[in-house]
C-alpha cells in the first residue's frame, strides 16, 4: 500500500470516530514544519504529476491537471509562502482540496513535500496567530495548535489565493471546459497518464517471460528482416537479449520520469548509430515487438494496449533517431 492510500485510509478511520468537540486535521510537512488542513475539505491525496501551464498566471501556480475530467488548479506551497524552491521527487504528493470562495465551492491542489499524519485538535486549542505586522500576510493562516509537543500551523485554506488570483483560475477552467488548448493539453495529459498505467500493467504481466520473449524476438525480426543480422554477427545473442530484456525495463520503469527516460534515450541513439541503426531498422524493431507482446498476452492484449506500445515505441524511436542525427 502506498503512502498516500494509507493516509486516505487513515482519515476515513479516524473520521468515524471523531469527537464533536474536536475537528480532525490533515498535516504535511512543508521545509520542515508541520501544517495542517480541515480533513473535511481533503478529497484525495496523490502523486506529483506534470501540469498544463496558464498564461500569465503567478508563479506559485504551477498550472491545471485533469482529474478525471475536472480542471483542478495546483499551487506549489513552497512558492506560496516564498520559501526555498524544492525539486519534486517521489515523496512530492498534491492533496486535493475543496475551497469555498465568494460563496462558490471549487476544487484545487496544493504540493507539499510530503503528507505527515491525521490529528483531533480541539477548538479551543488552536490558539490565534502572532501579528507579523504588515511584512507576512497571516490571511490564510487559522492559528497555531501545539500536539505532541509541535507546533502545527492550521492553514484557512479558502484564503489561500486574492480573488484576482481565483479568476485567473476560473477563466483558465471555463476556456478548459470549452474545449480549448488549455483544456485540450489537460485531456491530453490524462491520456498520457492512463496510457503509462497500461504500459507498467501489461509489462508487469509479461515480466515474467522476459527471457523468452527476448528470444523469440530475435528470432522473428532475424527471420522477417534478414538484412539486419549481420549487424548482430559479433554479439554473443545471449547477452544481447538480457541487454534487450534491461533495457525494456529501464524505459517502463522511468516512464514517470520523462526527463531522465529522454536523456538515458538520447544517449541510447548515439551509440546506436555506430552499430549502423536507422530509422528502418527503428521501424522492424518496434513492429516485431509489438507481435511479440501480442502474440504472449493472448486475450489480455487489447487495442488499447495496442495503442498504447505502439505510441510508446514510436516517441522512443523518435527520441533516439533525433540524438543520433544531432
Known amino acids: 500500500m502506498s503512502s498516500a ?31 495542517g488542513v480541515d480533513i473535511l475539505q481533503v478529497q484525495e491525496i ?24 475536472a480542471i483542478v488548479p495546483i499551487i506549489d506551497l513552497r512558492q506560496r509562502f516564498n520559501l526555498e524552491n524544492l525539486e519534486y521527487g517521489l515523496m512530492t504528493v498534491v492533496i486535493v482540496l475543496k475551497v469555498t470562495s ?7 491542489g496544493i504540493v507539499v513535500d510530503a503528507v505527515s499524519d491525521v490529528y483531533d485538535i480541539a477548538k479551543d486549542d488552536i490558539k490565534p496567530p502572532p501579528d507579523f505586522g504588515d511584512s507576512i ?10 500536539v505532541d509537543k509541535k507546533m502545527v500551523m492550521i492553514l484557512d485554506i479558502n484564503h489561500l489565493l486574492t480573488k484576482n488570483e481565483m479568476e485567473i483560475l476560473n477563466s483558465a477552467s471555463r476556456r478548459g471546459a470549452g474545449g480549448n488548448s488549455v483544456g485540450k493539453a489537460a485531456s491530453q495529459q490524462a ?47 545471449k547477452e544481447q537479449e538480457t541487454k534487450l530484456l534491461a533495457a525494456l525495463k529501464l524505459v517502463v520503469g522511468n516512464l514517470r520520469n520523462p526527463q531522465l527516460l529522454t536523456q538515458t534515450l538520447e544517449k541510447l541513439g548515439k551509440r546506436h548509430k555506430d552499430y549502423g541503426a536507422d ?19 493472448g486475450t489480455q492484449w487489447t487495442d488499447a494496449a495496442n495503442n498504447a506500445w505502439t505510441g510508446a ?14
Open 5 to 35: 492510500q494509507y493516509a486516505v485510509d487513515e482519515i476515513n478511520t479516524k473520521n468515524a470516530y471523531a469527537e464533536d468537540n474536536k475537528n480532525q486535521y490533515l498535516t504535511f510537512i512543508l521545509a520542515g514544519e508541520e501544517y
Open 46 to 69: 496523490k502523486g506529483w504529476d506534470n501540469v498544463t501551464k496558464i498564461p500569465n498566471a503567478p508563479l506559485y501556480i504551477k498550472g491545471v491537471m485533469n482529474l478525471r475530467g
Open 102 to 108: 465568494d460563496g462558490r465551492e471549487r476544487t484545487m
Open 137 to 146: 500576510s497571516i490571511e490564510f493562516l487559522k492559528g497555531l495548535a501545539t
Open 191 to 237: 491520456d498520457s497518464a492512463t496510457n503509462i498505467a497500461l504500459l507498467e500493467k501489461t509489462f508487469a504481466a509479461l515480466a515474467p517471460q522476459g527471457e523468452q520473449l527476448t528470444k523469440c524476438f530475435y528470432e522473428k525480426l532475424f527471420s522477417r528482416h534478414p538484412a539486419v543480422k549481420p549487424l548482430f554477427a559479433h554479439l554473443n545473442m
Open 279 to 297: 530509422a528502418g531498422l527503428y521501424e522492424a524493431v518496434g513492429n516485431t515487438l509489438i507481435d511479440v507482446l501480442r502474440e504472449a498476452s
Open 313 to 326: 515505441l514510436q516517441n522512443i524511436s523518435g527520441i533516439m533517431l533525433r540524438a543520433a542525427n544531432e
